[in-house]
């Protein structure tokens, strides 16, 4: 009798908080395929949990079959390639670079810090045995700026977590239409397009629930002062597990980005995007490279060009007018959730990468 084949060890280390979306959709993928030895800190301070998480990755001593580096991997990476005994796995969804530099315009590019940022991009893309990315626009610029190379590629989308975003019944019947948008604001969330979209539908019998804080902040509500705006209700922040009662309260969700001329913006789709396509809500995305080949616009979401806030505005019109679109948009992208970006699918999607690295590792 062939004995059962035996699960594959995983060492999964994280910098980020293990409970952040990125790494929580991963590690609930990973536990599905493999039996998985979490390395991971509870401090609220990156400064503080970062050493902690290498000083536990250095003295690990038991055998593992890869060593898979989750979300914001590329601090922990140079001390995975001293340790090094077995394939690495790391998650680029982002560029430690292009975040410092130019999304979060924290550093100047030549600065002493952009250039460490820049040498530890290229060495994950070129140290590690599998990189894992979300959209096929990312993967290009990986390849393009850091030598990441197309063969140790793979896609996998953020996903959404199931036992939280649920479809949940509608709101009763109201004379207005509720629009929510929540978010970190980053430049490229462009919170000021739906602003101004805001102000264009005042008077049409539309509300607008806006959620988060961050940088851009400051400037959205002195822009929204400044416009005078009286149909934005602006929410500091809500607990992750109160998103699911926000976005079942709203008639129209947006997922973004909306920010025009934002490269990362264009190349991304928004995590939130798949929150919303898994509790079956009509959600707005901006039209990129990375949205239209995810989304058909008009089935199963709508798109908008970036930067545009009477397109916008249009689009909400079209959708406060048409209830009956709206719903079918909900229904489709529901469908399409459970199709392509279900925890079943990208587990079954991160299995075929363990597969691979391991049978390689064993020849």
């Not at 040498?119 to 590690?128: E, G, I, K, P």
């Not at 809500?238 to 969700?253: F, G, K, N, Q, S």
């Amino acid at each position: 009798m062939t004995e059962p084949r035996r699960r594959p060890r995983i060492l999964f280390v994280c910098g980020a908080k293990a409970g952040y979306t990125r790494n929580d959709s991963l590690l609930a993928a990973l536990r599905t395929q493999a039996d998985v030895t979490e390395i991971s800190s509870r401090f609220s301070s990156y400064a503080l949990r970062l050493p902690s998480v290498v000083f536990r990755l250095l003295l690990e001593s038991r055998r593992f079959d890869a060593v898979f580096i989750g979300f914001l991997a590329q601090p922990i990476v140079p001390f995975a390639v001293l340790r090094r005994r077995k394939p690495l796995v790391v998650d680029m969804f982002i560029s430690l670079y292009e975040t410092l530099s130019d999304d979060r315009g924290r550093v100047g590019p030549n600065t002493i810090t952009a250039r460490l940022a820049n040498w530890l991009d290229s060495l994950a893309c070129t140290r590690a045995d599998k990189l894992l990315t979300d959209t096929a626009a990312n993967a290009d610029f990986l390849i393009e700026n850091f030598g990441a190379r197309a063969g140790d590629l793979a896609p996998l989308f953020v996903g959404a977590n199931e036992q939280l975003f649920q479809p949940r019944p509608p709101r009763d019947p109201s004379d207005r239409l509720l629009v929510l948008y929540y978010s970190t604001y980053l430049p490229l969330h462009g919170v000021d397009i739906v602003v101004r979209a805001a102000k264009l539908l005042e008077n049409e019998g539309v509300e607008f629930r806006l959620i988060g804080r961050g940088m851009e902040r400051p400037r959205i509500d002195r822009l929204a002062a400044d416009l005078a705006v009286r149909n934005c209700q602006f929410v500091d922040w809500t607990a992750y597990e109160r998103l699911p009662a926000e976005i079942a309260a709203a008639d129209v969700c947006l997922a973004g980005h909306f920010a025009a001329g934002n490269e990362k913006a264009r190349r991304v789709i928004p995590g939130k995007a798949f929150q919303l396509l898994a509790m079956g809500k009509p959600t707005v995305l901006g039209e990129s490279p990375a949205t239209t080949a995810a989304f058909a616009h008009g089935k199963d979401s709508f798109l908008v060009p970036m930067g545009d806030p009477e397109a916008l505005a249009g689009a909400i019109r079209r959708l406060r007018d048409d209830p009956e679109l709206r719903a079918s948009l909900g229904e489709a992208g529901r469908e399409l959730f459970l199709r392509e970006f279900s925890s079943v699918t990208l587990a079954a999607r991160l299995g075929e990468v363990l597969s691979q690295i391991v049978q390689a590792d064993s020849r």
